[in-house]
T-cell receptor
Framework: ELKVEQNPLFLSMQEGKNYTIYCNYS?????LYWYRQDPGKSLESLFV?????AVKQEGRLMASLDTKARLSTLHITAAVHDLSATYFC??????????????FGKGTKLSVKP | SAVISQKPSRDICQRGTSLTIQCQVD?????MFWYRQQPGQSLTLIAT?????????ESGFVIDKFPISRPNLTFSTLTVSNMSPEDSSIYLC????????????FGPGTRLTVL
């Protein structure tokens, strides 16, 4: 069965702290995506990771991909309240490329407190 | 990225009725997708809608329940038929606009409540 597992599902952080969200997936994939969803809003694309060892950074967020371990991480540095949202990873499970068959994790609801 | 709009943004419907959701994109795109996000849950792909061909449905979703139209490269509709309270969800369309990364961009969603 194709699975994408995120942990933790809920994360309460203090401002200024660092933390990592993990995304494990169960089968080979060439593409992994991270999205952000604010309450009542749609999904915003954050990162796309296309190869083993890929690392992308935007502001306080950094995403990496280890295809051998079937693991992606989303690292948060010096969290601020504006980062409070739900973060989803999604994996394209189509062998050899994308046909749009994204499998989403359950999401990590992040709350950053002063 | 593309500008994606959906109509309606929300609706409250009676069980047994049907609702058609529209998705409009400001650029021509080949691949469009429909997802369901049940309350507090993740996204599940309903079907892929490519212009000029029948929609491809994922396991657990059937055409009689979720008929889809894709008349051109900028527009698609999803109908939720014979609704029950279990159909209460957010329905989102997405498009694949970046052909290098195949990133999907999502519309604002339609929040459906079935009484």
């Amino acid at each position: 069965e194709l699975k994408v597992e995120q942990n933790p599902l809920f994360l309460s952080m203090q401002e200024g702290k660092n933390y990592t969200i993990y995304c494990n997936y169960s089968t080979t994939s060439d593409r992994l995506y991270w999205y952000r969803q604010d309450p009542g809003k749609s999904l915003e694309s954050l990162f796309v990771l296309l190869s083993n060892g890929a690392v992308k950074q935007e502001g306080r967020l950094m995403a990496s991909l280890d295809t051998k371990a079937r693991l992606s991480t989303l690292h948060i540095t010096a969290a601020v309240h504006d980062l409070s949202a739900t973060y989803f990873c999604a994996v394209d499970m189509t062998p050899g490329g994308s046909q749009g068959n994204l499998i989403f994790g359950k999401g990590t609801k992040l709350s950053v407190k002063p | 990225s593309a500008v994606i709009s959906q109509k309606p943004s929300r609706d409250i419907c009676q069980r047994g009725t049907s609702l058609t959701i529209q998705c409009q994109v400001d650029s021509q795109v080949t691949m469009m997708f429909w997802y369901r996000q049940q309350p507090g849950q993740s996204l599940t792909l309903i079907a892929t809608a490519n212009q000029g061909s029948e929609a491809t449905y994922e396991s657990g979703f059937v055409i009689d329940k979720f008929p889809i139209s894709r008349p051109n490269l900028t527009f698609s509709t999803l109908t939720v038929s014979n609704m029950s309270p279990e159909d209460s969800s957010i329905y989102l369309c997405s498009v694949e606009f970046d052909y290098f990364t195949d990133t999907q961009y999502f519309g604002p969603g339609t929040r459906l409540t079935v009484l």
